[in-house]
């Protein structure tokens, strides 16, 4: 995949699949806005790729930050190209009866409101160019209850429907728009999981996962005509057929 020209933003970008797909489509040739609340993680991260990278601290449950970090890239890189909505939280874990009601909105607010928020901010700026690629991070959890994951499983599914109604009013405006669902990859959010102790996701080995580069090389590929069939869609990682597609075993 050539993405010579092409900038990238990308949400949660600190670590897991954030960094993973930062160093991906670096790799591809893109120039990389590195979004995080996590600020010496993403700078490091930076050094890291060099020059082709912008280290932009954001918390993107405010919308006013998104919007100057979309900001930030234009006026770096001369354009906002691809939008990789990936910055999500896990905590806290609890059942419906005894959550927290602050945290349980902490949740929606980055996992649902920020995913709006990265749209919000960058089609306008997609369309006044004539095209983009919005690309969110999705969850099986987003399409079926999981046990002490209320709000895991609202705000993933809050999120997909937002990939379905980007693409309703702007895929005839050359905004691709898609979501990824990886399954379960082998990332700090695992190990969060993993220690909550809570339904059968929690007793997964570590060896279950998948490594974070796979969803990242999705990423990338879903920037490409081949992944066109899927514009409004999400692509699973759990479904062998894409698997061979992209490349990954």
Known sequence: MELTGKAV???????????????AFAAAGAQVALVSRGEEAIADLAG???????AVPCDVSRFW???????????????????????????????????????????????????????????PVM????????????????????????????????????TRCVDKEYGTRGIRAMGLSPGTVATQMQREIKASGVNPVSRLEWSDHIPADWPAKALVWMCSAEADGYLGQEISLRDEGIRARIGLS
């Open 65 to 123: 930050e998104v919007e100057a970090a979309v900001g930030a890239c234009v006026e770096a890189f001369g354009s906002l190209d691809v939008l990789v909505n990936n910055a999500g939280v896990i905590e806290p874990i609890a059942h419906l009866a005894f959550s927290d009601p602050e945290g349980w909105a902490h949740a929606v607010d980055i996992n649902l409101k920020g995913v709006y928020h990265g749209m919000r901010a960058a089609l």
């Open 48 to 54: 890291e790729i060099g020059s082709a990278a912008l």
């Open 127 to 162: 369309l006044e160019a004539g095209g983009g690629t919005v690309l969110t991070v999705s969850s099986g959890a987003a399409h079926g209850p999981v046990e002490a994951w209320s709000h895991y499983c609202a705000s993933k599914a809050g999120a997909a429907m937002l």
């Open 9 to 23: 933003l990308i949400t949660g970008a600190s670590r897991g699949i954030g960094a993973a797909a930062a160093r």
